[in-house]
């Protein structure tokens, strides 16, 4: 079998990872996939971080260098015998046998912390939401689904404040896809615009559908000396979404077997699923470059995803 | 620092891998050894073993392949994060973060289950005491230290006895050191005579010492075609004893400071501590190995152990 191609989704603690995996492990198939939190990688259970005043955003708290041995040993198909962190209690479970399947999607606060560790992924995306949005978020989900009361999570997210600026934001420079979900013009949380920032080190998909012929509905792409940005409003029409997705979707003609409606869902704390036009073409997007590099390893072109990434230019890891 | 030396200490249930490893660890110093028990590698716990009816002398009742995994990790000097197994209750706990020191000291069961498994020992020791000492050393320790009755202890035995033959026994082929502490002429518990097979693939220190000038006491020894077989008594002279751990001491002077009295002291279930001569001879044969393996690779010859035992004859593995 060619080897597992190793996406890495990383972003501070509720920037929506989850949200943007749960669509991408669908699409390609559960038994297709094996998906990695890397909060299993915790030093120090609730009770200790508590006691050594620590966050679990600091490297410190985290076994770094036992999760750059992991994601080698996942990225050569090897298993692995992975630590498990229980957020319902903060303690830790019996170890997991892992085998990595074809596709290994890894979520974790800390994945990009230093260069070696992130050479690890072939594909990294950074989720980046203003800090406003990310502290709704986190309010709601820690609240409904983690038995928290809305004042511990607000002095909580203070805590963290140090650490998120000084280990989780410098993250961001060193991935390949930053993804800003945002409020649009009209403020609806259910439609929010998606500010996508590709970085040349990838090779992405001819974005030509984009820019619709009749000047209309135009997604603006702005240029930079190595990355575009681009601004996916929140109330893009569907069929437009639609046409947009469906372009992506013929540059992985050989993926074609994967096209389903469920791209695009998400749920905010216990909320029936709602879906989202630009959610759907971020994953899409994402889903291109998994289908990409698993074609190219299995043809042989093991180093491609690699290469690309060393083309491209060496950002220093400041915020 | 240079590349922890890994000793392993393989053998069936109760032959006495904890007892000889001791005097090791404490000759060397706690803060210089890592001290691992494979049984931490058990897939199953206690009740899951019941329910498989699988014994955990089965190579499928142990993460072989992450055995493998994580000596590779000690030999590089690299850190692992170790399951716990406890054998209190049969149950895992939570994984250690264990750092090698400079000796790392491996008791287990399948050690040398596979030639790549047993390529990533230096030194590899295997114990084989006659079947029916084993029994009753288990037997005295499973009833005074985990709580078993007798009657349980012989009944696991005899459903132990097919994975015993079918995996333990071969692996004392691919061994480069053979232990059968055995009873002497006078049948005396305390003063076990020790055979010990030394195989040529280690270059095992000058033995002369062991042949008395004067005729008595000289130590048996029978040349084979790739190994040599000493026959030490259980009652051998204490002074006499002593000379010979001497003229070994003497071959490692480089760690002449390491000169103690802690060799060859002994328990077997809640009794005092004894001293047998013969185990203090056997330890102080292997702590020249370790020493001088260590010695070597400071000195950059990292290929020293392994080389010589590349040139060893590939023994086959049948029992």
Same mark, same amino acid.
């Not at 750059?68 to 479970?93: M, N």
């Not at 992506?248 to 905010?268: C, D, K, N, P, S």
């Not at 899409?284 to 690309?308: E, M, N, P, W």
């Given at each position: ?13 509720? !920037? ?32 200790? $971080?508590?006691?050594? %005043? ?18 080698? +040993?996942?990225? =050569? ?23 990595? #399947? /074809? ?20 594909? =990294? ?8 949005? $990310?502290? @709704?978020?986190?309010?709601? &989900? ?6 928290? !009361? @809305? ?7 203070? !805590? ?5 600026? *000084? ?7 060193? %991935? ?31 974005? /030509? *559908?984009? %820019?619709?012929?009749?000047? =209309?509905? *135009? ?5 930079? *000396?190595?990355?575009?940005?681009? +601004? ?37 704390? !216990?909320?029936?699923?709602? &879906? /989202? ?16 590099? #698993? ?12 290469? #690309? ?11």
């Amino acid at each position: 079998m060619a080897r597992p191609i190793i996406l890495g989704v990383v972003g501070d603690s509720a !920037t929506g990872k989850t949200t943007l995996t749960k669509g991408l492990v669908e699409i390609l198939g559960r038994e297709n996939v094996t998906h990695i939190g890397m909060d299993d990688y915790h030093c120090f259970d609730r009770t200790e $971080r508590a006691e050594h %005043a620590i966050t679990p955003l600091h490297p410190d708290c985290n076994y770094m260098d036992v999760i750059g041995q992991h994601l080698g +040993h996942l990225r =050569r198909g090897e298993p692995i015998l992975k630590p498990v962190y229980q957020h319902g209690d903060g303690t830790f479970g019996r170890p997991a046998y892992v085998k990595p #399947k /074809s596709f290994v999607l890894i979520e974790g606060l800390l994945g990009y912390h230093t260069s070696e560790l992130s050479a690890l992924f072939d594909i =990294r995306v950074y989720l980046a939401p203003p800090e406003e949005l $990310r502290r @709704e978020w986190k309010v709601k &989900r820690d609240t409904t689904k983690r038995g928290y !009361t @809305e004042q511990q999570v607000l002095k909580e997210l203070d !805590t963290r404040e140090p650490d998120s600026e *000084a280990f989780i934001r410098p993250q961001r420079s060193r %991935a390949d896809i930053v993804v800003s979900f945002q409020p649009g013009v009209h403020d609806d949380p259910d439609h929010l615009d998606a500010v996508l920032t590709l970085r040349d080190g990838l090779p992405h998909p001819d974005l /030509s *559908a984009m %820019a619709d012929e009749e000047g =209309r509905d *135009a997604i603006p792409i702005e240029q930079g *000396a190595s990355e575009r940005k681009l +601004h996916i409003p929140g109330d893009i029409d569907r069929d437009r979404g639609a046409a947009i997705e469906e372009a992506i979707w013929e540059q992985m003609h050989f993926a074609r077997h994967l096209r389903t409606e469920r791209l695009g869902t998400f749920a905010v704390g !216990t909320d029936e699923a709602h &879906r /989202s036009e630009s959610l759907a073409i971020t994953q899409v997007l994402i889903l291109y470059h998994l289908v990409t590099a #698993k074609a190219a390893v299995a043809v042989g072109g093991d180093d491609h995803v690699s290469r #690309k990434q060393d083309a491209a230019p060496n950002v220093p890891s400041a915020a």
